[in-house]
């Protein structure tokens, strides 16, 4: 039987801050939940926290500050190799006999031994199959009228051989990660029923047969700040989601069973990761409260976008109070990790978080960039609109609205290139090229602007 996996708990692609913090809380909380209800002598069940893409800066510089390890970031949850393989594997080497091989296979019931070289480097392979052809080919010699007693003594002498006159070296490899749907297709198209595991150092690691295919295995996953199928983990379908942790509207994710769904309309995934800290009476460590902090701060801009509630705000001081620090200066202290904006490229000033919307007139894009210091990021306006420029003719934009949103003061700056006329019409101003205009109170892109221009 293939080794007990991890239960992966991912955020959604092009991470933001919330979606790896909450995925690392959620992860911590669900082992410690698992370590205690797991029964003596039992391997509680492993919860990992993974991610679809780079770390933001500010998470990078949070998980520094508080020494937590990075989640890992994966591709994909299709169904692998590794899902089905036989990881104990059987070896044996070119220069033992077959007689040996026989009683290995005897021994552990097994269909195949591996054959290695000394350095344990894959060679090939010996089947129950293989010897037994050898007998099968017996037969052909006795109708040509060979004596019973001569092909007899040959086959006894023929156990004395070496394996590697029987082995065979031509059988698939694949590796642990290959897609299985994929593998599958080798596996059956070649005339052996194996196929090997190999690592990078092609030592094996693993047997597939194609018994082991009739097994359709589903990889576990919880879902954390997501519930979307567009912006989840390639291969989702093919996954088993087990929870799902979100503060956004209800979208596709569909489920065979019925799953815990929590979905909250706070500021922040982390805020209900740790209302269930909470819940479950399990402690969060410093660090965790750290990172859970952070990611409060950076979805709801220090408790100043407009979707902070109430509970946001109460967990925001109960986290600060676990790290000693004051909620609104360890905010500002996230945002730095994010860089000067003096020297920022200026593809990611403008850039970095960006998201395009469907309007009747066409596509547009709304980029954000959250500052804490307005006056350097305007010093560099004609640099910015050169950028967003280029930006409206290779996207075909409507036009390209940048958002620069002061969080100390609490509104944004918006500047726009493009058709400026559907921004003026939806908000009643006058947006022109030079100088943008000061939209007080406006933080938030999803509640105060997308919406505002979709029904404009
Ligand atoms: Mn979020």
Redesign the pocket.
């Known amino acids: 039987m293939p080794e007990p996996q991890p239960i992966l708990v991912i955020g959604h692609k092009n991470p933001?801050n919330?979606?790896i913090c909450?995925a690392i809380g959620y992860a911590y909380l669900k082992n410690e939940l698992a370590k205690r209800e797991a029964k003596d002598g039992e391997e509680p069940q492993i919860y990992q926290a993974v991610r679809l893409g780079p770390l933001p800066p500010e998470t990078a510089g949070v998980l520094e500050r508080w020494g937590v390890e990075a989640p890992v970031v994966i591709n994909n949850v299709f169904a692998r190799i590794s899902d089905v393989m036989t990881s104990d594997v059987i070896c044996t080497t070119p220069d033992a006999k077959i007689i040996e091989a026989g009683r290995i296979l005897r021994k552990h019931n097994i269909q195949a031994v591996v054959v290695t070289d000394e350095e344990g480097t894959y060679q090939g392979i010996v089947s129950t199959r293989m010897i037994a052809n050898r007998y099968i080919s017996a037969t052909d010699v006795l109708d040509e009228g060979a004596s019973h007693m001569a092909v007899a003594a040959d086959l006894i002498a023929s156990l004395e051989q070496t394996v590697d006159s029987i082995m065979e070296a031509q059988i698939l490899t694949v590796d642990k990660d290959d897609r299985l749907s994929e593998a599958r297709i080798d596996i059956l198209a070649q005339p052996w029923r194996e196929a090997v595991v190999l690592d990078e150092a092609r030592r094996p690691i693993g047997i597939v047969t194609r018994s082991d295919l009739a097994f359709h295995p589903h990889r576990k996953v919880i879902l954390v700040?997501h519930n979307e199928v567009r912006q989840a983990v390639n291969g989702i379908k093919e996954a088993e989601v087990v929870e799902i942790i979100d503060?956004?509207r209800i979208g596709d994710v569909s489920t065979v069973n019925p799953i815990k769904f929590l979905n909250m309309p706070v500021g922040?995934?982390?805020t209900i990761v740790a209302l269930e800290f909470r819940k479950h009476g399990i402690e969060i460590p410093k660090p965790i409260a750290g990172v859970l902090l952070s990611?409060v701060m950076t979805?709801t801009v220090v408790l100043k976008s407009p979707t902070t509630t109430a509970i946001d705000e109460e967990i925001a001081g109960y986290l600060a109070n676990i790290i000693g620090a004051d909620p609104f200066k360890y905010g500002l202290k996230v945002f730095s990790f994010r860089g000067d904006d003096d020297d920022m490229p200026i593809d990611k000033l403008v850039g970095a978080d960006s998201k395009e919307f469907q309007i009747s007139d066409g596509t547009v894009l709304i980029a954000q960039h959250e500052t804490t210091n307005l006056e350097s990021v305007m010093m560099r306006e004609q640099e910015m609109r050169t950028y967003m420029r280029s930006l409206v003719e290779t996207g075909g934009y409507v036009f390209v609205l940048l958002m620069v949103t002061d969080i100390i003061a609490g509104g944004s700056q918006f500047l726009c290139e493009g058709n400026r006329k559907i921004i003026n019409r939806a908000f009643d101003i006058e947006c022109t090229g030079e100088g943008g205009t000061w939209m007080p109170g406006v933080l938030s892109r999803k509640k105060q602007v997308a919406a505002r221009i979709l029904e404009a």
Request: no cysteine; aromatic share 0%; charged share 35%.
């Open positions: 933001d919330d979606a909450s700040d503060h956004h922040s995934t982390s990611a979805d």
